[in-house]
């Protein structure tokens, strides 16, 4: 099993004949991603890669049975694009594009929320089930099959702790990009309640970054509800407070959302923290579960 996508995921890409999205199409498919449709207003009828390009991604259902969809388009016009996938039925929209206004987002929210529709992002490096499905723009090769679970901040930290696991011979089932912006869709505690139910599934590990109280929040829910092991990584251990270090959630604001808070928090609900990145897979095999 995995969590949100599988291998019978059928995906559409909107802004596939883009030069981001064309490429990372091409990515996708290589990894085994059903992709039955592009949407790309004014180059219906065309191919990209492969794949019938439509105008809209109402029209595009009309022809194709569609679950996802990915979003690579400009921070202008992803509001619009976010909307039509959410209105077209999608049950699961991940929002690639990064520096999307506040209240586009806020507004994005807001109609998911009332249609029913799980969003990831924006400003997500995407989801993958490893070995079944990849939306996103992560490195294909390092997204083997295994036990481990991964929700995360940050893109290039997951890669490198996924790295690490497949050196240490320990795949992944699930890997979840929340996005780095302050408003997105799917959080910590939403992530965590699917893999705790999730037989594949094993142990958890939680990548998260300074600023905010999500890492806080999540700390609290795992206490409560979360009976498989859990390992974290957080970010910003030398981050000055009020600079905002690479992602705008990732800033210290008025004592709030501090490293060696969050550490506290983790601990105290009984999660394994590591140091460094590559230090995961050591604490995953000192638990002896796998």
Same mark, same amino acid.
């Given at each position: ?48 890669? $492969?794949?019938?390009? %439509? ?5 595009? @259902? ?5 679950? #996802? ?26 929002? *690639? ?7 586009? #987002?806020?507004?994005?929210? #807001? ?11 924006? =400003? ?6 490893? $070995? ?7 490195? =294909?090769?390092?997204? +083997?099959?295994?036990? /481990? ?11 490198? *702790?996924?790295? =690490?696991?497949?050196?240490? =011979?320990? $795949?992944?089932?699930?890997? /979840? ?5 302050? *408003? ?37 829910? !795992? ?9 974290? %990584? ?16 990732? !800033? ?6 501090? %490293?060696?808070?969050?550490?506290? @928090?983790?601990?105290? @609900? ?12 050591? !604490? +995953? ?6």
């Amino acid at each position: 099993m995995a969590i949100f996508v599988n291998s019978d995921t059928k995906v559409v890409v909107q802004g596939i004949t883009g030069k981001q999205g064309r490429f990372h199409t091409q990515q996708m498919l290589k990894y085994g991603t059903k992709i039955v449709a592009g949407v790309s207003p004014g180059k219906g009828g065309q191919e990209a890669e $492969g794949v019938p390009v %439509y105008d809209s991604v109402f029209a595009a @259902a009309k022809e194709h049975q569609i679950d #996802a969809g990915v979003i690579f388009i400009p921070a202008a016009f992803a509001k619009d694009a976010a909307l039509e996938a959410i209105d077209a039925g999608l049950k699961l929209v991940v929002c *690639i594009t990064e520096h999307i206004p506040l209240h586009d #987002a806020a507004e994005i929210m #807001a109609f998911a929320k009332k249609r029913g529709t799980t969003i990831v992002g924006p =400003n997500t490096f995407g989801i993958v089930s490893s $070995g079944q499905c990849k939306i996103g723009i992560m490195p =294909n090769q390092f997204f +083997i099959p295994g036990p /481990v679970g991964i929700v995360a901040r940050s893109g290039t930290l997951s890669y490198e *702790i996924v790295g =690490n696991l497949s050196n240490a =011979n320990l $795949g992944t089932s699930t890997v /979840v990009g929340m996005g780095g912006d302050r *408003i997105v869709g799917l959080n910590f505690i939403e992530v965590l309640a699917q893999f705790e139910q999730d037989p594949d599934t094993k142990v958890i590990v939680l990548v998260g970054e300074i600023g905010g109280s999500s890492e806080e929040e999540a700390a609290e829910y !795992i206490k409560e509800h979360i009976t498989k092991p859990v390992v974290a %990584y957080i970010a910003g251990k030398s981050a000055p407070p009020g600079k905002r270090m690479g992602h705008a959630g990732a !800033i210290i604001e008025r004592g709030k959302g501090t %490293y060696q808070g969050k550490i506290e @928090a983790l601990k105290s @609900a009984g999660v394994h923290v590591a140091t460094l990145p590559y230090e995961v897979p050591g !604490i +995953i095999k000192e638990l002896q579960i796998l």
